[in-house]
């Protein structure tokens, strides 16, 4: 499976973004060609919850136009696990809807770390993060 790429200052943006928000859960989106990653949408979640996010549908919308008029795709779909744990939760295998890597920043000991996922027809696989 085709790694995803992403700059070092790029995952830092990521991290720093949903460190502010903890405890809430924080998501995003990650555009970009051939993989690499080249740019960092941060979406408000509407849920305002520990447990949960829903994007705001304008700010998703946005996002989505911005990326058809730069030429790009969406290629992630990131949001934080305050509390842990490392991998997508079942919410996350039920509302996933986007054939792109979902990326999950979570919080074990203080440590923000980060893993991606796909996943089809509730199954999930593990994709490299590749930091350049
Ligand atoms: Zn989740």
């Given at each position: 499976?085709q790694p995803?790429i992403?700059?070092?200052?790029?995952?830092?943006?990521?991290?720093e973004?949903?460190d502010?928000?903890?405890?809430?859960?924080?998501?995003?989106?990650?555009?970009g060609?051939?993989?690499?990653v080249?740019?960092?949408?941060?979406?408000k979640?509407?849920a305002q919850?520990?447990?949960?996010y829903?994007?705001?549908?304008i700010?998703?919308?946005?996002?989505?136009?911005?990326?058809?008029?730069?030429?790009?795709e969406?290629?992630?779909?990131?949001?934080?696990?305050?509390?842990?744990p490392?991998?997508?939760?079942?919410?996350d295998i039920a509302?996933?809807?986007?054939?792109?890597?979902?990326?999950?920043?979570?919080?074990?000991?203080d440590?923000?770390?980060?893993r991606?996922?796909?996943?089809?027809?509730?199954?999930?696989q593990?994709?490299?993060?590749?930091?350049?």
């Amino acid at each position: 499976m085709q790694p995803l790429i992403l700059s070092n200052e790029q995952l830092i943006k990521m991290i720093e973004y949903v460190d502010r928000h903890t405890p809430l859960e924080a998501c995003g989106l990650l555009a970009g060609k051939d993989s690499r990653v080249e740019k960092v949408f941060e979406v408000k979640n509407q849920a305002q919850s520990p447990l949960r996010y829903v994007m705001d549908p304008i700010e998703q919308l946005n996002a989505f136009e911005w990326i058809d008029s730069n030429g790009l795709e969406l290629l992630g779909i990131f949001h934080s696990h305050p509390s842990g744990p490392e991998t997508v939760s079942p919410t996350d295998i039920a509302e996933a809807a986007y054939a792109v890597v979902y990326v999950i920043l979570s919080r074990v000991d203080d440590v923000w770390r980060a893993r991606g996922f796909r996943i089809e027809n509730g199954a999930t696989q593990e994709v490299t993060l590749q930091i350049e």
